[in-house]
T-cell receptor, first 113, second 113 residues
Framework: GEDVEQSLFLSVREGDSSVINCTYT??????LYWYKQEPGAGLQLLTY?????DMKQDQRLTVLLNKKDKHLSLRIADTQTGDSAIYFC?????????????FGSGTRLSIRP | DVKVTQSSRYLVKRTGEKVFLECVQD?????MFWYRQDPGLGLRLIYF???????EKGDIPEGYSVSREKKERFSLILESASTNQTSMYLC????????????FGPGTRLTVT
């Protein structure tokens, strides 16, 4: 079945850029998403990209999509301590009412001073 | 703002008890989901519902059931709680596909002793 994979941990220095990578297997993915989970909280949608786009920028966040390689990345510029969280990549491909989203296992981002 | 609320943040139950977890959303979303989150395993889908009284099994439905009698409310039921159901339970909702921007509740941390 469909799968979404990401590395489990990433550590960056405060002020540097963070790049979180994700690969997926479903070639019919329609939308790809990035969610953020802060400690003790539910997930919060950060951004999403439609599959016919290759880049989307939103303030400090840049999403890059390589559809040929089925690779998605999230770049956070000028990483701050408030960016410490778990980041989940997800994809959806259906348009029927019974469609669901496939999540990766999450990347824990930690910030070094 | 979309709001998804869960009945409890923390719950402690004994093995064999029947457990009800409730989720309510206030944005008239058609789709609602129950996930469990365990360290290193990411989010695993238990059940979802795309309409009142409609339900679909997710990836790990064993030991769980659900109920959706009203559009805004989706309940997860553990018929006879076991220690391996100790986990964080997350509820989410989204409008109809294809764009599935999911909104999550804060989660219920369930401990079964």
């Amino acid at each position: 079945g469909e799968d979404v994979e990401q590395s489990l941990f990433l550590s960056v220095r405060e002020g540097d850029s963070s790049v979180i990578n994700c690969t997926y297997t479903d070639s019919s993915s329609t939308y790809l998403y990035w969610y953020k989970q802060e400690p003790g909280a539910g997930l919060q949608l950060l951004t999403y990209i439609f599959s016919n786009m290759d880049m989307k920028q939103d303030q400090r966040l840049t999403v890059l999509l390589n559809k040929k390689d089925k690779h998605l990345s999230l770049r956070i510029a000028d990483t701050q301590t408030g960016d410490s969280a778990i980041y989940f990549c997800a994809e959806s491909s259906g348009d029927s009412s019974a469609s669901k989203i496939i999540f990766g296992s999450g990347t824990r981002l930690s910030i070094r001073p | 703002d979309v709001k998804v609320t869960q009945s409890s943040r923390y719950l402690v139950k004994r093995t064999g008890e029947k457990v009800f977890l409730e989720c309510v959303q206030d944005m008239d979303h058609e789709n609602m989901f129950w996930y469990r989150q365990d360290p290193g395993l990411g989010l695993r889908l238990i059940y979802f519902s795309y309409d009142v009284k409609m339900k679909e099994k997710g990836d790990i439905p064993e030991g769980y059931s659900v109920s959706r009698e009203k559009k805004e409310r989706f309940s997860l039921i553990l018929e006879s709680a076991s220690t391996n159901q100790t986990s964080m339970y997350l509820c989410a909702s989204n409008p109809s596909p294809p764009l599935q921007k999911q909104y999550f509740g804060p989660g219920t941390r369930l401990t079964v002793t």
